[in-house]
C-alpha cells in the first residue's frame, strides 16, 4: 500500500474496522472526508459520540432509546398483549419495515450459546418474565435468528414461558420469498415442508 | 422506515452521506458504532476531525500533507525530471500501488470543464509553470481521467507546456488487461487500436 499522510492513514484505518468496509471503500470514504466540509466532518464525528452517549436501553423491553421507555413500548396504541423477543435491537428494524406487527418487544441482547459461554445468564430474560407476571401478556412470538443459537433460546424460552400460562409461537421458516426453491439448503426446505398449510 | 431513536437517526444519516452507503449500510454501520466501545466511537470520530484539522496541501505538487512538503517532494530518491500530473490526491494512490513510477507528482484538484464553470484558473497550473521554469523537470505525464474533462486538460497543458521546452506525455488508453474486447466500448477499442505497438 502506498504511504497516506497520518491522520489519512489513521482514518482509513478506523473506517476499515467498520463491517462491509474493505481497502478501497475506507480510502474513498476518507478522501470524501477530506473534500467535504469542516462542518460535515464535525457532525460525522458528533453523531458517532452522541449515539455512544446519548443512547441507553428501555427500561421495559432493552431496545435502545434516548429516553426511559422506547417508542414501542411508550406508545400506548400498541397492543400489550402481544409480545416479539428478538435477539438485537437491529432486528427490530427488519420487523417493523413490515408495517405488519402491532405488539410490543422484548430484545434479548444475545442468543444461547454453551459453546461461547453464553448462558441464559447472559441474557436478558428475567425482564420477559416479570412483564409477563403482571398479567397482560397473552403470547409471546420468539423472533430469535434461525440458528443453532437462537433455536436452542427459542426452545428454552418455549420451556420456561409456557408454565406461565402464556402462548408461546415462533416465526415460521421456509422458503424466502421471491427465492427459488433450487436455491434453498435442504434444511430450509425440509423446515418449509414442516411448515406446510393447508390452502 | 421505522423510527429510530434521534441518535441513532442522525448517525445513519451521517453515514448514509458518504460515498456508497445506502440505508442497509449506514444502519449496520450504525449499530456496529453503538456495539463498539466508546474509545472505539472516539477514536473514529478524532480522526474524522484530524483529516480535516492536520492536513493541507505540499506546498510544491499540492498533494494532501501533514507538512510542508509531500513524501513524494522530500523523498531525495525520486526523480524530480519527470512529473505525473494528475486531477486528484487520491489518484496518486493509483499509480503509487504500481510502484513503477518513480518521479515526483503534481496535483490539479479538478479538471477543466466550461459547463460547470471551471477554467484554467480554477485549476493549480500555475505552480506547474514555475515548477517548470526551474528547468530540472524534462518530461510531463499528464494522467487526468480519459474523460472529456481530462482529455481538454490534457490538450491545454500539452498546448501551453510544450513551448516551455518539456516533453508532454498522455497515459495510454486501451483495454484493461485480464478483460475481454467483448466487454469494452467502441471509444476504448478504437484508441487501442490508435495506441497499438509493434511486438
Redesign the interface.
Known amino acids: 500500500?502506498?504511504?497516506?499522510?497520518?491522520?489519512?492513514a489513521?482514518?482509513i484505518?478506523?473506517?476499515k474496522?467498520?463491517?462491509?468496509?474493505g481497502q478501497k471503500?475506507a480510502?474513498?470514504?476518507?478522501?470524501?472526508?477530506?473534500r467535504?466540509s469542516?462542518d460535515?466532518?464535525?457532525?460525522?464525528?458528533?453523531?458517532?459520540?452522541?449515539?455512544?452517549?446519548?443512547?441507553g436501553l428501555c427500561r421495559v423491553c432493552n431496545n435502545?432509546?434516548?429516553s426511559e421507555l422506547?417508542?414501542y413500548c411508550s406508545d400506548p396504541n400498541r397492543d400489550g398483549q402481544v409480545v416479539c423477543v428478538v435477539e438485537?435491537?437491529?432486528n427490530?428494524?427488519g420487523i417493523?419495515?413490515t408495517r405488519q406487527f402491532t405488539g410490543r418487544y422484548h430484545v434479548l441482547h444475545g442468543a444461547l450459546s454453551p459453546l461461547r459461554g453464553i448462558g441464559p445468564d447472559a441474557l436478558k430474560i428475567k425482564g420477559l418474565v416479570e412483564r409477563i407476571g403482571q398479567g397482560e401478556i397473552q403470547e409471546v412470538i420468539v423472533a430469535t435468528n434461525p440458528t443453532v443459537e437462537g433455536e436452542a433460546t427459542a426452545v428454552y424460552l418455549a420451556r420456561l414461558l409456557k408454565p406461565l400460562g402464556v402462548k408461546v409461537t415462533r416465526i415460521a421458516m421456509g422458503i424466502p420469498v421471491g427465492s427459488d426453491i433450487e436455491f434453498a439448503d435442504e434444511v430450509t426446505i425440509s423446515k418449509a415442508m414442516e411448515g406446510r398449510r393447508e390452502m
Open positions: 500500500m502506498p504511504d497516506f499522510a497520518e491522520p489519512l489513521r482514518l484505518t478506523e473506517f474496522r467498520l463491517p462491509g468496509i471503500s480510502q474513498r470514504l476518507a478522501f470524501h472526508v477530506l467535504a469542516r460535515d466532518a464535525e457532525h460525522l464525528a458528533q453523531a458517532v459520540l452522541d449515539v455512544k452517549d446519548k443512547l435502545i432509546s434516548d422506547c417508542q438485537e435491537p437491529h427490530i428494524v417493523e419495515t
